[in-house]
């Protein structure tokens, strides 16, 4: 499996680098959730380029060298240490640091490496903004499936057995299921053990409930709520072949994020599955945006599946 770690080294503030390192990826949390024995991994930091800002720096302070070599030399020497940890879980790796902006930078990067899967990785000392930013873009833009790791969330919601709970949102449409089923195949999942939560959120649009007949948007609601039933029977037997046991369905009314994150405080789930986009033009534009209001906030690891 290739895949792509990309880490923002400006989160941590530590001067420690192993310290710092620590803070920006848990690589045991990595591992849980993917299987890094002989993968290949590719470290990525994007240094955004800020000339106003680096000038304003230079003019208030006493730079041995340029600030630029300074960033560098400091990114390296995490990535270096990132790669060590990585490395002892059996995985190739190699890293870069590249500039310019972000977002797409990690796309290119993906798509240059033919890449499986792009992995953004959140510390506890992130800047929301910028993460926001650079994540909700790539879970949209991305060429392959994108997880948001969230760092701790392994270990904190692993039941007494040690098995996952992962809450997957579906859209009802054939492109969401097969997005989804081709991510799981990614994951370090113990078809014994992992807990797959399918859920399917009936939501009629608050502008078509206002200028519809309430007993138009009933039934349309109740021709929804049974399609989706019919669906998550369907996805529920298409991953029983595959070998999964423990699989439940959740179907409901409502705003789906909303209901998602419900779902996922109740039964204490660890990751959460999410299609990147639906079957047509309508369903792609609705599922990016709930896409980005799960990726927001979800307080666990989140997988954006892309077919």
């Known amino acids: 499996m290739k895949i792509l770690l990309a880490i923002d080294v400006a989160q941590s503030t530590n001067k420690d680098e192993a310290k710092a390192a620590r803070e920006l990826v848990n690589i045991k949390s990595l591992a849980k959730l993917l299987p890094l024995d002989k993968s290949q991994v590719t470290l990525l930091y ?130 969401c299921k097969e997005s989804v089923i081709k991510a799981l195949k990614l994951l370090n999942l113990d078809k014994e053990k992992t807990n797959l939560i399918l859920t399917y959120v009936v939501n009629v649009s608050k502008i078509i409930a206002s200028v519809t007949p309430f007993s138009f948007v009933t039934a349309m609601q109740e021709n929804l709520m049974m399609e989706g039933e019919v669906f998550l029977a369907d996805t529920q037997k298409e991953l029983s072949t595959l070998g999964y046991k423990k699989l439940s369905i959740h179907l409901k009314a409502g705003r789906p994020d909303a209901e ?3 779902l996922l405080d109740e039964k204490g789930g660890n990751l959460v599955v999410i299609g990147a986009q639906g079957g047509g033009a309508i369903k792609h534009f609705l599922m990016g945006h709930i896409c980005e209001r799960v990726i927001s906030q979800a307080p666990v690891s989140t997988l954006v599946a892309r077919g």
């Open 46 to 175: 994007v240094k955004e380029e800020l000339p106003s800002f680096e000038q304003v720096l230079k003019a208030q302070a006493d730079f041995p060298e340029d600030l630029t070599h300074v960033v560098e030399r400091r990114a390296g020497k995490i990535l270096d240490i990132l790669k060590k940890g990585v490395e002892q879980e059996g995985a190739s790796v190699n890293s870069e640091i590249v500039s310019g902006p972000p977002a797409q930078l990690i796309e290119t990067v993906a798509r240059d490496l033919g890449a499986d899967v792009v992995v953004l990785a959140q510390s506890k000392h992130h800047d929301s903004i910028f993460l926001s930013r650079v994540s909700h873009h790539v879970a949209r833009h991305s060429p392959v499936s994108t997880i948001l790791l969230r760092e701790g969330a392994d270990e904190d919601s692993l039941d007494k057995t040690g098995a996952k709970t992962v809450v997957i949102g579906l859209d009802g449409s054939k492109n």
């Open 260 to 262: 998602i994150i419900k």
